[in-house]
């Protein structure tokens, strides 16, 4: 396969990717609305991880390979999973979907900025990039700024879902910067294992700080669907697709499909609860997507100039 044709591809798992996370927010909604948030997200991971060993053991994949130094690896599973799905689902019993897949959108800018902060790497602050997060990020304060007067319970919700997208954003830093090209270990080691922790860290603290649900609760067939759709869908197939875009494009440019959700998600909102988006989320949504523009942006080379490997990669 060329290059032309695995850049098409590439762009074409990057919609798949936003699809699946679009359609995640109303389901976390579902099911936080019934069961404890720290549990459901460890069902979310429990479920995918059931799903992904099942795959892996039939294509004969490596899942406990680990290398001497593996503590890389089970640290990208605390930031890119763990904490980010405890934080969001708590989130979201207080504030609704599609604001939660907006702030979840700031991960491009986190991704950078600490990417620069912890890892000494400069290599993002390209001008179209620059403006392209900044246009981004002025989106999604155009947005979010009706919802902080809204009351403690709404601050909350905010705070917990923000702290989701700069734990996420480290996540994605750890893989970019101390796992990929530095820990020989599978891909599939790599990816599992990171479920595994997390499953233990959320079982841990869902055991100790809630009180467990019922397991007809758990079997309300509303509950079940939403469950499945998380796990299977918006986790297990979307990790596979979003670890291939990390390691196709890095960190800040992978993490750009969080600017692509919060469209989606308030076209959900719209569908399926009837909530109409008002002009300041049409305004930000605009905005958003010109920065995933500029973001994903590559120069192509004239006839006289060296192909430009994209500066992220």
Known sequence: MNKTTTSKFNYLFFILLALLWSGSFINIKVVVDH??????????????????????????????????????????????????FGLLFYGEKFIAPALASIINSTVSFWALLLGTIFFRDF???????????????FGIVLIFLPFIHQGQSSLIGVISVTGMAIAYAIGGL???????????????????????ISVIVLFIYSMIFEPWPSLSSILDIKVLSSFLYLGLMATAIAWVIYFYLLREWGAVRASSVMYIVPLLAICWDLIFLQLE??????????????????????????????VLQPLDR
């Open 35 to 84: 069961l404890p948030p720290v549990f459901c997200a460890m069902m979310r991971i429990f479920i995918s991880m059931t799903a992904l060993f099942i795959l892996f053991n039939l294509t004969g994949k490596k899942m406990f390979a680990l290398p001497t130094r593996a503590w890389p690896i089970w640290l990208a599973g605390i930031f890119a999973q763990a904490l980010p």
């Open 123 to 137: 290599s993002q602050w390209t001008p179209l990039k620059l403006i392209g997060l900044l246009l981004g990020f």
């Open 174 to 196: 750890i893989n970019q910067h101390m796992i990929f090209n530095k820990i020989e270990v599978p891909f599939e080691t790599n990816l599992f294992q990171q479920h595994l």
């Open 277 to 306: 988006p008002t002009r300041n989320e049409l305004i930000g949504m605009l905005a958003i997507l010109m920065g995933v523009i500029l973001i994903q942006w590559v120069r192509k080379p004239t006839s006289s100039q060296p």
